[in-house]
């Protein structure tokens, strides 16, 4: 009896374990720039380039989730851009998302000719990660290098807010 329930709670929980986070794959960097310029000029667009490879990176990763449930979804539109390897999808990128859990889209950026979009991100960015970007109609920042807290994450974000002239972001009701 103990195997029949063993084997029936095993293909119920299968299920949750396979789940993994959705995400998109952008084979050239044009189709982020397209995402960028549909994005809701009212919010504040939050880019965060990332890579499961880099440390300082995933430290950061659990800020942005909760900059996505202070402030919400009205209010920003969060982007966690990885530049992970595309021969490395199944066997780290997956596995990396199943065993956490992000909020904020994440695409993975194949486009493996950095050198010819780094530039076009920001002209003076050596390609170096984490790098946020804070994207408000034509108003943009950027940071270079990983946020020690959440705490910094929203004072540059709120600096931004205070440089082009915008109020505060109202914090999320949810």
Not at 26 to 32: Q, R, W
Not at 81 to 110: A, N
């Amino acid at each position: 009896m103990r195997k029949v329930y063993a084997i029936l709670l095993s293909f119920l929980l299968a299920p949750c374990a396979l789940r993994a986070q959705v995400f998109k794959i952008y084979e050239n960097f044009s189709e982020l720039e397209e995402r960028i310029a549909k994005a809701d000029g009212n919010k504040l667009l939050v880019i965060n380039f990332w890579a499961t490879y880099c440390k300082p990176c995933v430290k950061e990763l659990p800020f942005f989730n909760q900059l996505y449930h202070k402030y919400g979804s009205q209010n920003f539109e969060i982007l966690l851009v990885s530049l992970d390897f595309r021969s490395q999808l199944e066997k780290k990128f997956v596995p990396f998302l199943r065993s956490y859990t992000l909020q904020p889209e994440v695409i993975l950026l194949s486009d493996q000719d950095a050198d010819s979009w780094i530039p076009r991100v920001q002209p003076e960015w050596d390609g170096a990660i984490p790098l946020t970007m804070l994207v408000r109609g034509k108003a943009r920042d950027f940071h270079v290098g990983e946020f020690e807290s959440f705490e910094e994450l929203e004072h540059f974000i709120h600096n931004f807010f205070q440089r082009v002239g915008l109020p505060q972001p109202p914090i999320n009701d949810r």
